[in-house]
């Protein structure tokens, strides 16, 4: 029995590698240690790579989709996309401090946004410098703009949730993925009715 | 010895080439947005369920440069070849003006317009990351009535190309309706629709998704009440009791 349950443990080192679990006293939801069986770890502290990459990815880009926001509130010239601006701005914030406290709880880095998208092979849409560009156009152009960069902008975070749903382990975190899908794909159909006037 | 080195060498670069490998394929991509392309509709949620893949990812119909199709041959965005499925058609006059929206800014080579295997527009990318907006005006020159066009775009530095298809009326004659292999017609009604798809609530009503709510409006959701903290047209996942950024329980 103890062999099999070595085997296993060993199989599972070698074949995934990237599933951890927070040291017991550290989690969130630590079950009572009890004298017979090893305690179960709380949900919350098991995940692997996966979660871990679309936690930080997520952080990155949450904040340039907040930036666009404000971006968004200042310069919007129709309500419907000041509204969404305002929107997006305050549930991402919410979103935000939730990943960075899980980050925290796996005694894992926040990271930075560059080198994550060149370990990934992205080009993402948004830096800085697209965001300064964006705060250049004005009136109907500038809202078609924000709302353009805002609809591809949230696209991307529906392929990253996807791969999440795919590859994560962390039951919080696929939940949340999810959740990105959802409320996304709602801003992503809100957006694109105006951009094609439809 | 030395011999021995290098092999040693050699054996350790391979598993360092496997790493360097990005994980999963690079991520993309775009489509047109304005006209609505068929996987723009998907993603407006047009067509409910009958999109496959591209309700949730509209930007990634990908595939190998040179294809006519609008799927880029790739089976996950097959039923956005599907001329039978109610795509609606935008009525435009020879001269075009076509938005993209980009989720990522692949190097570009160019962009390619095709209408019945004439290619109607070309633009080039200049080998150079795409500008925002990106906003092309072609001319349709010779072509009237129902049309389907074929949007590509043809990127630098990968072997594929991203496509979308915009079903047209052109200078008017053709009608909206599907091609004539289909049966059904749709009928000609004048009624214009409504501009917004947006309801207002009704005050102190229950929460709904597509609905605009001001700051300081009451809804009940699951036997709670709520005041919207923040205007917005709600939607789903945006419930109340999961967006406590927009609704405060009171």
Redesign the interface.
């Known amino acids: 029995m103890k062999r099999l349950v070595i085997a296993v443990a060993v199989l599972a080192l070698a074949g995934c590698g990237g599933e951890a679990v927070v040291p017991e006293g550290q989690q969130a939801h630590g079950h009572g240690a009890s004298s017979a069986a090893p305690p179960v770890p709380g949900a919350s502290a098991r995940f692997n790579d996966a979660d871990v990459?679309f936690v930080q990815m997520m952080v990155d880009h949450l904040q340039l989709g907040i930036s666009l926001s404000q971006v968004g509130l200042a310069k919007a010239t129709s309500q419907?996309a000041k509204?969404?601006a305002?929107?997006i701005d305050?549930?991402q914030?919410?979103e935000l401090t939730m990943l960075k406290s899980w980050l925290k709880l796996w005694d894992k880095p926040e990271g930075d946004g560059a080198s994550l998208h060149a370990?990934?092979?992205?080009?993402?849409?948004l830096d800085d410098k697209?965001i300064n560009?964006?705060k250049e156009k004005s009136g109907a152009e500038f809202d078609?703009?924000f709302l353009?960069?805002m609809?591809?902008?949230q696209?991307?975070g529906?392929?990253?949730a996807?791969?999440e749903k795919k590859d994560g382990m962390n039951p919080e975190t696929t939940a949340y993925a999810d959740?990105v899908?959802?409320?996304r794909?709602?801003?992503?159909?809100?957006m694109?009715?105006i951009?094609?006037?439809? | 010895m030395k011999i021995m080195r290098k092999a040693a060498l050699v054996l350790a670069a391979v598993p360092a080439i496997v790493f360097i490998t990005p994980v999963g394929t690079a991520s993309a991509h775009g489509y047109v947005s304005s006209p609505a392309s068929r996987a723009a509709q998907c993603a407006q949620g047009a067509l409910g369920n009958s999109c496959g893949q591209a309700r949730y990812e509209p930007q990634s119909a990908e595939g190998p440069k040179g294809l006519m199709n609008c799927s880029g041959a790739n089976s996950a965005f097959r039923e956005l070849d599907n001329d039978a499925l109610p795509w609606k058609v935008h009525n435009t006059g020879s001269s075009l003006t076509l938005t993209w929206t980009f989720t990522a800014r692949h190097v570009t080579r160019d962009y390619e317009y095709f209408i019945n295997g004439t290619r109607v527009g070309y633009v080039s990318g200049n080998n150079a990351q795409p500008s925002n907006p990106t906003t092309h005006t072609i001319n349709l020159g010779g072509f009237s009535g129902r049309q389907k066009l074929y949007a590509i775009w043809n990127i630098g530095d990968t072997v594929n190309a991203f496509y979308s298809c915009i079903d047209l009326n052109i200078n008017g004659g053709g009608g909206t309706t599907p091609p004539p292999t289909t049966t059904t017609t749709r009928p000609t009604t004048t009624t214009t629709p409504p501009t917004s798809t947006t309801q207002q609530p009704p005050a102190g009503g229950t929460w709904a998704a597509n609905t605009s709510y001001a700051a300081g409006s009451t809804v009940t959701y699951g036997g709670s009440t709520y005041r919207c903290r923040q205007a917005h047209t709600s939607l789903t996942g945006w419930e109340p009791p999961n967006a406590a950024a927009l609704w405060e329980k009171i």
């Open positions: 990459m419907e509204d969404l305002g929107a305050v549930t914030r919410e370990a990934h092979g992205g080009q993402p849409l697209v560009e964006a078609m703009n353009n960069l609809t591809g902008h696209g991307a529906v392929e990253m996807l791969a959740r899908v959802t409320t794909q709602g801003q992503i159909s809100q694109l009715k951009i094609s006037g439809s």
